[in-house]
């Protein structure tokens, strides 16, 4: 049953520190995306990668947050410094692009973050 | 640019009650529509899709018609059960088939005994 990775499920940090979330996509996948998920702003799309070539992060604040794909079973996104404000559920969702009756991403299960 | 419109929430019903969840979409192109559902604490599932007008998607007794008249996917259930109580999230998928998905804004639906 292919499903998507992440870690960790929670994270409990102080102010200031960084924070390294990661997810395993599914094999074979060729799009990973990572999303935000707050009570006031819903699911927000941070970054997504297209055969792991960055092509969209104008979600995310450069200044504090970069997302990577190392190699194609692996995807990251970091924080540093971390702050209060980014207290969220992040998740990382995976799929297949190009052509019609594709384009379904599968999610995971998500790490919730809490920033003190 | 494409945008996703659904019904406010929380949905509130009694058990075997009939559902339906509005969502109107925005879009140049033909894009696939689809309805994702979030359990408490977990992420978010591929409820069912459709591709192309007219076409209607089905699964776990949810049912939803891409109507590309009224610009709309509405999701249906004829009997709602308590297990149902969850996020639904409507979305369609860029044209540009990049596999990028707009997501709508969730529709909370609580199902009582």
Known sequence: ?116 | GDSVTQMEGPVTLSEEACLTINCTYTATGYPSLFWYVQYPGEGLQLLLKATKADDKGSNKGFEATYRKETTSFHLEKGSVQVSDSAVYFCALSEPSNTGKLIFGQGTTLQVKP
């Open chain 1, 1 to 116: 049953d292919a499903r998507v990775t992440q870690t960790p499920r929670h994270k409990v940090t102080e102010m200031g520190q960084e924070v390294t979330m990661r997810c395993q996509p599914i094999l074979g996948h060729n799009t990973v995306f990572w999303y935000r998920q707050t009570m006031m702003q819903g699911l927000e799309l941070l970054a997504y990668f297209r055969n792991r070539a960055p092509l969209d992060d104008s979600g995310m604040p450069k200044d504090r947050f970069s997302a990577e794909m190392p190699d194609a079973t692996l995807a990251t996104l970091k924080i540093q410094p971390s702050e209060p404000r980014d207290s969220a559920v992040y998740f990382c969702a995976s799929g297949f692009s190009g052509g019609r009756g594709r384009n379904i991403q599968y999610f995971g299960a998500g790490t919730r973050l809490s920033v003190l």
